[in-house]
């Protein structure tokens, strides 16, 4: 269990990469930056509350709520990330529009619907479905303007590719997530195996994204 207990320091090589490299990263990268930072946040803020059990439910410590507001957030900064790189191609308010009823319907879903020490499911499917549709819009663009010359040698090619992969690998993890937690907590922990090579991978794609902004 020790790769599933240490996989969330994976964050931490884009984090200090794009700290490093910040001065390099134009606007559309440090959005995603931003994203990193407030993701490594949480991570501590996790770690912290599984470490002092800050948070209990049912006799357990319980991050979820930590989830909850993650998903909200989360959307919300990568929404307006595509909204700047898609704007070719998409609607700078067709993109805010959606950003605007998901997080709506976040905190609507946490405060009237679901209990917030439950897992999303349904909430955390959609925005993956969302966020896999925008990154399929960006390599459309990037096919319709083919303006790049060198494709591995564009930062935004990396950190599509790691939304791509890991928002569409994580779809069904999301979706099942109850199901496989129901059925067997040992198979429940195979798959989180599955679920933090993913991460491993996302965090790794766009860390070589931030090295090479501007090179």
């Known amino acids: 269990m020790s790769f599933i ?38 991570e501590i ?20 709520p930590i989830t909850h507001l993650y998903l909200l957030a989360e959307f919300l900064i990568l929404g307006l990330f595509y909204s700047h790189i898609l704007k070719d191609i998409l609607q700078k308010r067709v993109i ?15 405060l009237f619907l679901q209990s917030i020490f439950t897992y999303a499911a349904f909430p955390h499917a959609l925005s993956k479905i969302l966020l896999v549709g925008f990154s ?4 459309y663009k990037v096919m319709i303007d083919a303006s790049i010359p060198n494709l591995w040698k564009e930062p935004l090619v990396y950190i599509n590719l790691a939304v791509l992969i890991y928002y569409s690998g994580s779809l069904f993890y999301s979706l099942l997530f109850n199901v496989i937690l129901d059925y067997s907590r040992e198979f429940a922990k195979v798959t989180n195996y599955y679920f933090a090579a993913l991460n491993t991978l996302f965090y790794i794609l766009v860390a070589i994204g931030f090295w090479k902004s501007d090179r």
């Not at 209990?56 to 979820?64: H, K, S």
């Open 45 to 64: 803020v996790s770690r912290i509350v599984i470490r002092y059990g800050l948070i209990i439910y049912n006799g357990e410590t319980n991050t979820l």
């Open 136 to 139: 399929i819009l960006f390599f």
């Open 96 to 110: 805010i529009t959606l950003v605007v009823l998901f997080v709506v319907y976040c905190i609507i879903n946490t």
């Open 5 to 42: 207990m240490y996989n969330w320091v994976s964050i931490l090589i884009p984090f200090f990469i794009g700290i490093y490299r910040y001065k390099h990263l134009d606007k559309s990268l440090r959005l995603f930056l931003y994203f990193v930072v407030y993701g490594t946040v949480t």
